[in-house]
């Protein structure tokens, strides 16, 4: 069981470059996450697939697309990477578990520097 | 707007001492705060979590204070250690809503 995993764990590219970073969950979660992670700006979310089938767009979504390709796999794309988008980029799935407690379960990131 | 407030950004505490990391939210629909705990190159990790219907929950050395009339929740550690020198995340969501609205981060160092 290795929970949320993400590839590749570190990238650079060049401006205008494209790349898709790619998460995979064996926990048989109906929802995933993107989040991105910058140094004072605390976890915000990019996009996010309540379902498989759905995906909508949470706070800072432009510049990215998604697919959700099935229940157990996420894919955030990036088509023309700018340096305002360096950051650490998380993976998470989550469902509600006992207790009605919602867990989302993180990747261990991919850390993307665009120059 | 900023949901969910949260302070101090930086925080030193001995080894032994009590750790207190607050949160302040806005939306009164928020009934799930759960606080989250993230080590250097890993990924965040549920550490406790709390509903507004009690107004304390511990796990450990780990409590969740809730006062649902300020609209505010804190993180006590106690006892701190050195191993729970961390990033700690605070968080919210509401209802069937399968998000949730993350605080800024508190980085604990526990100094031996």
């Known amino acids: 069981n290795a929970g949320v995993t993400q590839t590749p764990k570190f990238q650079v590219l060049k401006t205008g470059q494209s790349m898709t970073l790619q998460c995979a969950q064996d926990?048989?979660?109906?929802?995933m996450y993107w989040y991105r992670q910058d140094p004072g700006m605390g976890l915000r979310l990019i996009y996010y697939?309540?379902?498989?089938?759905?995906?909508d767009k949470g706070e800072v979504p432009n510049g990215y697309n998604v697919s959700r390709l099935n229940k157990r796999e996420f894919s955030l794309r990036l088509e023309s990477a700018a340096p305002s988008q360096t950051s650490v980029y998380f993976c998470?799935?989550?469902?509600?578990?006992?207790?009605?407690?919602?867990?989302?379960?993180f990747g261990p990131g991919t850390r993307l520097t665009v120059t | 707007q900023q949901q969910v407030k949260q302070s101090p950004q930086s925080l030193i505490v001995q080894k032994g001492g009590i750790s207190i990391i607050n949160c302040a939210y806005e939306?009164?629909?928020?009934?799930?705060f759960p606080w989250y705990q993230q080590f250097p190159g890993k990924g965040p990790a549920l550490l406790i979590a709390i509903r507004p219907d009690v107004s304390e929950k511990k796990e450990g050395r780990f409590t969740i204070s809730f006062n649902k009339s300020a609209k505010q929740f804190s993180l006590h550690i106690m006892d701190s250690q050195p191993g729970d020198s961390a990033t700690y995340f605070c968080?919210?969501?509401?209802?069937?809503?399968?998000?949730?609205?993350f605080g800024k981060g508190t980085l604990l160092t526990v100094n031996p």
């Open positions: 926990m048989n979660h109906n929802s």
């Open positions: 998470a799935s989550s469902d509600w578990g006992e207790s009605h407690r919602l867990e989302q379960y």
């Open positions: 939306n009164t629909a928020f009934d799930y």
């Open positions: 968080a919210a969501s509401r209802g069937s809503n399968y998000k949730l609205t």
């Open positions: 697939s309540a379902s498989e089938g759905t995906t």
